[in-house]
């Protein structure tokens, strides 16, 4: 059975405090990490994609990378635009035919002024 | 180019009551997905369907629950009658590759249905 877990629950940094969110993952046979923003009253908004164990994908103040049993999202001089739920999932390979994606439970990111 | 559309929004109603949710996917997006997701909890699928064939609906609790994608476009899912366990937001997703083929299989998420049973 796929499982993902992320730590820590809940997060708060003060403007421009870096920090790093983690994702655990055990899947039989990874086809791709995808990180997602969720903000309140909102669905899931895509991020990421991450493949193969050493990939690392940038956007803004977010970088993703990944091992093969777990992933960071680094979040670097955090504003507080940026407090939201961030989710992690896994989809396993594509003949196993498990095409839907196995989430955490998501970090809440609160960033202070 | 638009986004996953869902509707309604938001929808009370008392238990044993039925209810229904509306999707329209991202246009010539073949594959979509229904979820349930929990306060504080992720996303957890509901049922999957490529083109108009349901082909993962393992998690969808048969006896009150149904969904039909007719003409492989948009869906609907139903509950009936409804529990008050089934407070929950109903996310729907698409994304453009089947099991069959090279399509990418990133997911695009609607904004939900909040549904609250009283």
């Known amino acids: 059975e796929d499982q993902v877990t992320q730590s820590p629950e809940a997060l708060r940094l003060q403007e421009g405090e870096s920090s790093s969110l983690n994702c655990s993952y055990t899947?039989?046979?990874?086809?791709?990490l995808f990180w997602y923003r969720q903000d309140p009253g909102k669905g899931p908004e895509f991020l990421f994609t991450?493949?193969?164990a050493g990939e690392e994908k940038e956007k803004e103040r977010l970088k993703a990378t990944l091992t093969k049993k777990e992933s960071f999202l680094h979040i670097t001089a955090p504003k507080p635009e940026d407090s939201a739920t961030y989710l992690c999932a896994v989809q396993a390979r594509r003949d196993t035919g498990r095409r839907a994606l196995t989430f955490g439970s998501g970090t809440r990111l609160q960033v202070q002024p | 180019e638009a986004g996953v559309v869902q509707s309604p929004r938001y929808k009370i109603i008392e238990k044993k009551q039925p209810v229904a949710f509306w999707c329209n996917p991202i246009s010539g997006h073949n594959t979509l997905y229904w979820y349930l997701q929990n306060l504080g909890q992720g996303p957890e699928l509901l049922i999957r369907?490529?083109?108009?064939?349901?082909?993962?609906d393992s998690q969808l609790p048969k006896d009150r629950f149904s969904a039909e994608r007719l003409k492989g476009v948009d869906s609907t899912l139903k509950i009936q009658p409804a529990e008050l366990g089934d407070s929950a937001v109903y996310l729907c997703?698409?994304?453009?590759?089947?099991?069959?083929?090279?399509?990418?299989?990133?997911?695009?998420f609607g904004p939900g249905t909040r549904l609250t049973v009283l």
């Open positions: 899947v039989s046979g990874l086809r791709g």
């Open positions: 997703a698409s994304s453009q590759g089947t099991s069959g083929s090279l399509g990418t299989d990133t997911q695009y």
């Open positions: 369907y490529e083109n108009e064939e349901a082909v993962d």
């Open positions: 991450l493949y193969s």
